[in-house]
């Protein structure tokens, strides 16, 4: 494929449609960037060697103007000095210099026309390769943006999580601390109760106590 092709095929793509399509927008930009950097370089080099190669006709331009003025001024030289037939090769080497010269100037025209071309294409090409960079910078930051959110809603929901999980085990340990107060602490009529039977039991002793010792004394009589 020439580098006008490849030009001509870049410059006539629609970038946002090829990005809305694209399964990875990020790695398409990129390839779209580096073809188009690539192209430029071509272009570029194309353009110069146009340069180089109008500079060079330019000056063999220059040389076929000064051969052709000589061999003229020779040609009036030799019919001043009745010399017909060095006139006529001088006219010849004229002749030869002036059709040399025609084709010259039509050469340093095309190559006008293609260095003008190709600074033309070379500035569209920037233009298109600098809003190329553009919607890499942007598709980047939306990127992170994604990336820095997602991990945002993921610390909330680890947060909540935790929290959740605090505030149960809190509330579990606080129903742990009441029931075991409360296995400390009786109701009162319970308490009064327990406290009578306990004073009962302890009349119970005292009387069986008293009862076994007058029947040992009653015995040792």
């Known amino acids: 494929m020439s580098i006008f092709t490849r030009f001509k095929d870049i410059v006539s793509a629609n970038m946002n449609a090829m990005l809305d399509k694209a399964e990875d927008p990020e790695k398409m930009i990129k390839l779209m960037i580096r073809e188009m950097e690539e192209t430029l370089v071509e272009l570029k080099s194309a353009c110069a060697g146009a340069m180089a190669d109008a500079k060079r006709v330019g000056r063999e331009l220059d040389l076929a103007r000064e051969k052709e003025v000589l061999w003229e001024g020779r040609a009036s030289l030799a019919v001043q000095r009745g010399r017909d037939d060095l006139a006529r090769e001088a006219l010849n080497e004229k002749l030869f210099y002036s059709e040399k010269f025609a084709g010259l100037e039509e050469e340093s025209t095309r190559f006008e026309a293609l260095i003008e071309q190709s600074q033309t294409d070379i500035a569209v090409l920037e233009e298109k390769l600098q809003n190329a960079k553009e919607k890499k910078r942007i598709l980047v930051q939306r ?65 069986a106590q008293l009862q076994a010792l007058k029947d040992r004394i009653a015995g040792g009589k």
Do not use: C, N, Y
């Open 143 to 207: 990127h992170i943006r994604a990336d820095v959110s997602r991990r945002a809603r993921q610390d909330v929901r680890r947060a909540a999580s935790e929290e959740a999980m605090a505030r149960f085990e809190d509330f579990e340990h606080r129903i742990e601390r009441m029931e075991a107060e409360a296995d400390m602490v009786l109701p009162p009529k319970r308490r009064d109760l327990e406290h009578e039977f306990a004073t009962l039991e302890g009349h119970q002793d005292v009387e």
